[in-house]
């Protein structure tokens, strides 16, 4: 089985794929050797890793740049966030994410809002969006490769009628499993899952954290997002932090070794 076969069967389980998501290098590979099967990116990490906001700051180039040397620098399956795709029009998109295909990373998350404005791109654009790279992939040698498609209907007000009829257009696209950032009410989850012929992807949020819940509603992936990558920014302030106000730097050696393993090769 290769990582693009693992990647499609570990959506397939009965218990949610629980995807932790890298910025870097170092994240990716302490995810990979801590044991997690597969690894996302995430962007608003990625973006804060090279000092900018979330939102497609950064260019394309250093995205695929970071999105390569995590796929090279861990053997589990990787999955890209490519927010809106970085481009205007379908056909430019379907470049781009042809670009993270080659890579060796076995899929994306792409999302229907814009970047540039407030607001969401109207269904049949996005919808031609998926399926132009959905054509693309599959002419190009990556019919294999999981286009998560991210609705942020959640972040804009609108919620689950409009939710669905995004969701059930997106499949027919060509999308593989549908991400809904925002959701989190018990019944709304399980209607969307019960519904949408695609597995669904939540992310962790202060009121869903618990995965055995998520498993009796249907939910088949849940990502960590920008969770984990807060966590270790908010702990370099602290300790630097601590570390300038006493003037004493003993707190920084109150922990456990590096258990992580380095490439010793130039």
Same mark, same amino acid.
């Given at each position: 089985?290769?990582?693009?076969?693992?990647?499609?069967?570990?959506?397939?389980?009965?218990?949610?794929?629980?995807?932790?998501?890298?910025?870097?290098?170092?994240?990716?590979?302490?995810?990979?050797?801590?044991?997690?099967?597969?690894?996302?990116?995430?962007?608003?990490?990625?973006?804060?890793?090279?000092?900018?906001?979330?939102?497609?700051?950064?260019?394309?180039?250093?995205?695929?740049?970071?999105?390569?040397?995590?796929?090279?620098?861990? *053997?589990?399956?990787?999955?890209?966030?490519?927010?809106?795709?970085?481009?205007?029009?379908?056909?430019?998109?379907?470049?781009?994410?042809?670009?993270?295909?080659?890579?060796?990373?076995?899929?994306?998350?792409?999302?229907?809002?814009?970047?540039?404005?407030?607001?969401?791109?109207?269904?049949?654009?996005?919808?031609?969006?998926?399926?132009?790279?959905?054509?693309?992939?599959?002419?190009?040698?990556?019919?294999?490769?999981?286009?998560?498609?991210?609705?942020?209907?959640?972040?804009?007000?609108?919620?689950?009628?409009?939710?669905?009829?995004?969701?059930?257009?997106?499949?027919?696209?060509?999308?593989?499993?549908?991400?809904?950032?925002?959701?989190?009410?018990?019944?709304?989850?399980?209607?969307?899952?019960?519904?949408?012929?695609?597995?669904?992807?939540?992310?962790?949020?202060?009121?869903?954290?618990?995965? *055995?819940?998520?498993?009796?509603?249907?939910?088949?992936?849940?990502?960590?997002?920008?969770?984990?990558?807060?966590?270790?920014?908010?702990?370099?302030?602290?300790?630097?932090?601590?570390?300038?106000?006493?003037?004493?730097?003993?707190?920084?050696?109150?922990?456990?070794?590096?258990?992580?393993?380095?490439?010793?090769?130039?």
């Amino acid at each position: 089985m290769d990582n693009y076969q693992k990647f499609q069967h570990l959506h397939r389980q009965q218990t949610p794929l629980l995807l932790p998501n890298a910025w870097d290098v170092l994240s990716a590979k302490i995810l990979a050797q801590t044991g997690y099967e597969a690894i996302g990116s995430t962007s608003y990490g990625v973006a804060n890793a090279h000092g900018h906001q979330d939102g497609e700051r950064i260019s394309f180039e250093q995205l695929l740049s970071n999105a390569r040397n995590m796929v090279q620098a861990v *053997e589990v399956p990787v999955s890209i966030d490519v927010e809106s795709g970085f481009g205007q029009t379908p056909g430019v998109i379907a470049e781009n994410i042809l670009k993270i295909a080659e890579t060796g990373a076995v899929g994306i998350n792409i999302e229907d809002s814009f970047k540039s404005e407030k607001g969401l791109r109207p269904i049949e654009q996005h919808g031609k969006i998926i399926e132009n790279v959905r054509t693309a992939l599959n002419t190009n040698g990556y019919p294999d490769f999981f286009i998560n498609a991210r609705i942020d209907t959640y972040f804009q007000g609108k919620e689950i009628v409009e939710t669905m009829a995004r969701a059930k257009a997106y499949v027919e696209s060509g999308a593989n499993g549908i991400f809904v950032p925002g959701l989190y009410k018990a019944e709304e989850i399980k209607e969307i899952a019960t519904t949408v012929s695609a597995p669904l992807n939540v992310m962790a949020l202060p009121n869903l954290t618990d995965l *055995e819940h998520l498993t009796s509603l249907g939910v088949k992936r849940y990502s960590i997002g920008n969770a984990l990558s807060d966590a270790v920014i908010a702990f370099i302030e602290k300790m630097a932090k601590e570390v300038r106000d006493t003037r004493n730097s003993g707190v920084l050696f109150d922990h456990a070794g590096v258990k992580t393993v380095f490439n010793n090769n130039k």
